[in-house]
Nanobody, 124 residues
Framework: QVQLQESGPGLVKPSQTLSLTCTVS??????????WSWIRQPPGKGLEWMGAIGSSGSTYYSPSLRSRTSISRDTSKNQLTLQLRSVTPEDTAVYYCARGRVPQITTRSSGDAWGQGTKVTVSS
């Protein structure tokens, strides 16, 4: 059974870089034909796909966030990392990592495994 767990700071100041880690157990992040996404949900809004990394290490980004986002992985630790630069209060959200068969996960059903999410607030 694959499990994902997000971790990182709950509070980030404006203009700083948000860094989150997703630790995966029960499956390898290098297994073929799977993509590992970061998705966020701002308060009162829907899911927003941010980007993904594939089993080969290829990365995919939302056009609206591409300039501020980096997704990487540590295969030795079976972990994914999200970095979001120059954050503003509008980046306040619950951040999720998820696994899917496609790079872009926009609904709950398009991912077959999800972390519980971690709440991040951007505030001074």
């Amino acid at each position: 059974q694959v499990q994902l767990q997000e971790s990182g700071p709950g509070l980030v100041k404006p203009s700083q870089t948000l860094s989150l880690t997703c630790t995966v157990s029960g499956a390898s992040i290098t297994t073929k034909y799977y993509y590992w996404s970061w998705i966020r949900q701002p308060p009162g809004k829907g899911l927003e796909w941010m980007g993904a990394i594939g089993s080969s290490g290829s990365t995919y980004y939302s056009p609206s966030l591409r300039s501020r986002t980096s997704i990487s992985r540590d295969t030795s630790k079976n972990q994914l990392t999200l970095q979001l630069r120059s954050v503003t209060p509008e980046d306040t959200a619950v951040y999720y990592c998820a696994r899917g068969r496609v790079p872009q996960i926009t609904t709950r059903s398009s991912g077959d495994a999800w972390g519980q999410g971690t709440k991040v607030t951007v505030s001074s």
